[in-house]
């Protein structure tokens, strides 16, 4: 038996439940696995968001020049290009997840996300280097797409899993936490750079800096990551599943397709909501000239926060009433205020930095708990490659061609197919989330 298990009162109440669980790891420990878990996936969402930040400045440098617009949709398209190699970088790291460990999976992506933002921020000028330039950009984003579709459910397991049975949607919102701090701290970046460096510098070199720092967080986030332990939850499937019974694909496509629709249709809203809301209205008004770059920068600042704040609230909440409840009435709530926020965003571009709070602590009510919702969908010999596959599918469908299409659509004259086209899908999110199979207060194992 576990070591951390011996000194359990075997009379106490529930012991048989927690020691299946683990319940039991003194604080500390789970604080640690909470904090290793996070602080990777805040370095690549760093990286990850600061592209989508600094597109505009990329869009003018490393493309031809001649079309500000035509420039802007080029750099948003290798964006969704990263979205789509997303799915095989969470076969790939999933399978490794399942089979090897979730604490070498974990090393492994942080390492790949930071190689690639370490090539951004070298990036030559297609004055200097032709069509090398965006080349460039294109495999360091593929890089990037492979290592965040291995990290997702690879950390978010790992986060889940060393979690007490009755804390884990608050516990599980951490990891999506950090997505919103990581991306918190790009625009923080941006924001202060803008402000300290003039226009001419802030596109020469100033938008560089955010790279290079993401490449060293990248490095400090991997020495964490290999002083971490193993989840226990996964030592104990490793003892009682053979190694090529876990990672299975065709076993999760076989025996879990409910859990695989599942996180398939709830992550449509999770994603795409917050990529529109942090990335594409953002630079749709900063590129049509409505806003300024530091006002932008401002807007996603005050929206990431909001955004952040309200994800343990949505945890908490889903550890008392449910998961289903409180993931989808908040879809359904944003679904409906979507196209009232967006033309008043719109209309009123100096409100952006408020409308912001609303709409991202909307997003954060409706994302708090997904990390316990997916990770209870699958056993754990398959909770990696089962949750991974399906979710970063539905991100490369929906979330990352959500600011490509926003913008063609909007240069069609036809925006207001992208917004009903939005509400449409966040009300499948929301009905995906009442058909959750909810293990609140069960062992995950």
């Keep these: ?266 992550a449509i809203g999770t994603t795409m909501a917050f990529y529109i809301w942090a990335a594409y209205i953002p630079n749709l008004l900063r590129a049509s000239g409505r806003v300024s770059a530091s006002t932008s920068f401002l807007a996603s600042t005050f929206g990431l926060i909001a955004y952040s704040a309200s994800m343990p609230i949505s945890g908490a909440l889903a550890d008392r009433v449910g998961r289903r409840l409180v993931l989808g009435s908040s879809w359904l709530l944003f679904a409906a205020l979507f196209i009232p926020m967006i033309h008043y965003a719109l209309g009123n571009p100096e409100s952006l930095p408020w409308i912001m709070v609303v709409a991202m602590s909307l997003i954060g009510l409706g994302s708090g708990a997904v990390a316990a919702s997916f990770a209870e969908q699958f056993p754990t010999s398959v909770r990696a490659i089962g949750w991974g596959v399906p979710y970063n599918v539905s991100i490369a469908v929906f979330g990352g061609t959500a600011p490509y299409l926003g913008s063609w659509l909007a240069s069609k004259g036809m925006p207001d197919l992208f917004n009903w086209y939005v509400v449409a899908l966040c009300v499948i999110s929301g009905l995906a989330a009442f058909g959750l199979r909810d293990l609140r207060g069960r062992p995950l194992d």
């Design 1 to 266: 038996m576990d070591s951390s298990l011996k000194s359990i009162d075997p009379d106490a109440p529930g012991h048989g439940v927690r020691e299946q669980q683990g319940d039991t790891s003194p604080p500390s420990s789970v604080n640690r696995a909470v904090i290793a878990g996070a602080i990777g996936n805040f370095v690549e969402c760093f990286d990850w968001f600061a592209y989508a930040l600094f597109a505009s400045y990329l869009s003018r440098l490393v493309f031809p020049s001649g079309d500000p617009l035509g420039a802007l949709l080029s750099t948003f398209a290798v964006f969704a290009i990263g979205f789509f190699v997303r799915p095989l970088g969470s076969f790939i790291f999933g399978i490794y997840a399942d089979r090897y460990g979730r604490k070498n999976a974990l090393a492994a992506t942080i390492f790949l996300m930071a190689t690639g933002s370490l090539m951004i921020a070298i990036v030559p000028s297609f004055q200097q280097a032709g069509w090398l330039a965006p080349a460039m950009l294109l495999l360091a984003r593929l890089m990037q797409g492979l290592a965040m579709g291995g990290e997702t459910s690879s950390g978010g397991s790992y986060i889940v899993e060393s979690a007490p049975l009755h804390r884990r949607g608050f516990s599980g919102s951490f990891f999506y936490i950090s997505v919103g701090l990581g991306t918190l701290c790009a625009s923080l970046t941006g924001t202060f750079l803008t402000y300290l460096l003039p226009k001419d510098q802030m596109e020469s070199y100033g938008w560089r800096l955010v790279f290079v720092l993401g490449a060293l967080l990248g490095i400090f986030g991997l020495y964490l990551r290999r002083s971490i332990g193993e989840s226990e939850v996964f030592k104990r499937a490793a003892r009682t599943t053979s190694k090529k019974d876990r990672g299975s694909l065709r076993a999760v496509m076989l025996n879990h397709w409910p859990g695989v629709l599942r996180v398939f249709f709830l």
